[in-house]
């Protein structure tokens, strides 16, 4: 295995363990939208569903926008292979943020909104109490940094977070993971990485914290550290706490 690989393993089960974000009998659903980030977090739900002593259900959903230029049949055949389901869902919504039916001033806001609550309905339908998705560590710190300078206040996405007085749990297990290791492990495993399908791609506001946050992190290494120590120890609920250490029952394969 290689050095990335178990890295990644170990990242993630730290932070499913240690925000305990999936439970035995579980029906878990996966946003999967071809990118690296999310065929890693799929990739590494499975291995560990084959890893631990519980048993749980996932199912991968991928939310077709409208452009028709990912391929479906790779993702099928990526979700195959793992042993999960794969969903596909269709929808307009692409070409529609691109209309004057979207009165925001970036596209990428009513795509990401209409996104979501298709996947919060599939959840829904197919009986699945949590929903993980595939954010990491870098889109927690730009979320934050985004939410500080553009909305005035101090949050950022949750490694859990309940929606609807709990009916649906939004997790997110690479939490711990930086998009460098997601990137890495991407190329390691030879992961099916659709290109982005969005004419608007790369021009949001998150592309430009991101370019900060990449460029102190260049001129000091400890950044994104500090950020993480800094977020997870301010004690307020809109920001993510550290992970519990617990060590975990021992591991079994499945047959």
């Excluded at 065929?39 to 739900?45: E, G, P, S």
């Excluded at 389901?85 to 209309?99: N, V």
């Excluded at 710190?141 to 996405?157: A, D, H």
């Excluded at 430009?208 to 550290?225: F, Q, S, T």
Aim: net charge positive; glycine share 8%.
């Amino acid at each position: 295995m290689a050095y990335v690989e178990r890295q990644a393993v170990s990242l993630c089960g730290k932070a499913v363990h240690g925000w305990s974000m999936i439970h035995d009998q579980e029906r878990v659903a996966i946003g999967l939208s071809g990118g690296k980030d999310s065929l890693a977090l799929t990739w590494l739900l499975s291995e560990r569903l084959r890893r631990v002593p519980i048993d749980f259900k996932l199912i991968a959903f991928h939310v077709e926008m409208g452009f028709h230029s990912t391929d479906h049949a790779a993702l099928a055949d990526f979700c195959a292979g793992l042993g999960v389901e794969f969903r596909l869902i269709e929808t307009d919504y692409g070409p529609r943020a691109h209309t004057d039916e979207n009165r925001e001033k970036s596209p990428c806001f009513f795509c990401s909104l209409k996104r979501r609550q298709r996947l919060f309905m599939a959840a829904g339908e197919n009986g699945c109490a949590k929903l993980a998705l595939a954010h990491h560590q870098d889109d927690i710190f730009e979320t934050f940094l985004m939410n500080l300078f553009y909305s005035g206040n101090i949050s950022s996405m949750l490694p859990v977070q309940p929606l609807f007085h709990g009916d649906l749990v939004i997790i997110r297990p690479l939490s711990l993971m930086s998009a460098d290791i997601t990137r890495r492990f991407a190329a390691a495993k030879d992961l099916p990485v659709q290109p982005p399908c969005c004419p608007s791609a790369g021009q949001s506001s998150r592309g430009r914290m991101r370019g900060m946050l990449d460029e102190m992190h260049r001129e000091n290494k400890k950044i994104r550290a500090n950020m993480w120590h800094a977020l997870t120890h301010a004690g307020s609920a809109r920001l993510p706490t550290p992970p519990t250490t617990q060590r975990l029952g021992r591991p079994r394969s499945k047959s």
